[in-house]
């Protein structure tokens, strides 16, 4: 079975500094996706940034981005200029690669505050 | 365009009382999940559907929780009775195949 960590459990970052949230993941397959996920209080998670494993490049989304090493199955997420709107729970999920549909597997989640 | 609904909000019942979800996912989105989230930890599948068909129910407490997706559209979640441990948050998302989820706000159960 696929598991997800993150081993931060909180992080703290001034505001227009840079963070970084880590994640490793535990999986015998060779194709499937990394994503990061970000949930304000509000409690709707939503779609930070998302990352194929069979690309070499490492994806980016404006201000966040994303450093993945496959042969060590680390994904981390990297936010850059951080701002108050970034304070969240922010979960790693995995999902095997599949024609149809499969799960989002997710850590136990980093709660990032951001300070002034 | 719309995005998932859910409701109710919030719920507080009584242990060994029941209670529903009900989810509504974005038009058009074959495949539905229903995940449980407890304080303090990452959201954990319960069942996912594809169109009304189930996909994965194995984390499912088959004596306590049902769900049902009639038609491939709406889904509701059930628990009878209740216990003081399915006190969490219950999300719903849904993605068209193999897309991106998108999640509804969930509905925060309170078991007293």
């Known amino acids: 079975a696929q598991t997800v960590t993150q081993s931060q459990p909180e992080m703290s970052v001034q505001e227009a500094e840079t963070v970084t949230l880590s994640c490793t993941y535990d999986?015998?397959?060779?194709?499937?996706?990394l994503f990061w996920y970000k949930q304000p209080p509000s409690r709707q998670m939503i779609l930070v940034i998302r990352?194929?494993?069979?690309?070499?490049q490492n994806a980016t989304e404006n201000r966040f981005s994303v450093n993945f090493q496959k042969a060590a199955k680390s994904f981390s997420l990297k936010i850059s200029d951080s701002q108050l709107g970034d304070a969240a729970m922010y979960f790693c999920?995995?999902?095997?690669?599949?024609?149809?549909?499969?799960?989002?597997?997710f850590g136990t989640g980093t709660r990032l505050q951001v300070t002034l | 365009e719309a995005g998932v609904a859910q409701s109710p909000r919030y719920k507080i019942i009584e242990k060994r009382q029941s209670v529903a979800f009900w989810c509504n996912p974005i038009s058009g989105h074959a495949t539905l999940y229903w995940y449980q989230q407890i304080l303090g930890q990452g959201p954990k599948l319960l069942i996912q559907f594809q169109n009304n068909g189930v996909v994965d129910d194995s984390q499912l407490p088959k004596d306590r929780f049902s769900a049902e997706r009639l038609k491939g559209v709406d889904s509701t979640l059930k628990i009878q009775p209740a216990k003081l441990e399915d006190s969490a948050v219950y999300l719903c998302?849904?993605?068209?195949?193999?897309?991106?989820?998108?999640f509804g706000e969930g509905s925060r159960l309170t078991v007293l």
């Open positions: 998302a849904s993605s068209l195949l193999a897309g991106e989820l998108f």
């Open positions: 999986t015998s397959e060779s194709d499937y996706y």
């Open positions: 999920a995995y999902r095997r690669w599949s024609g149809t549909a499969s799960k989002l597997t």
């Open positions: 990352q194929e494993a069979y690309k070499q």
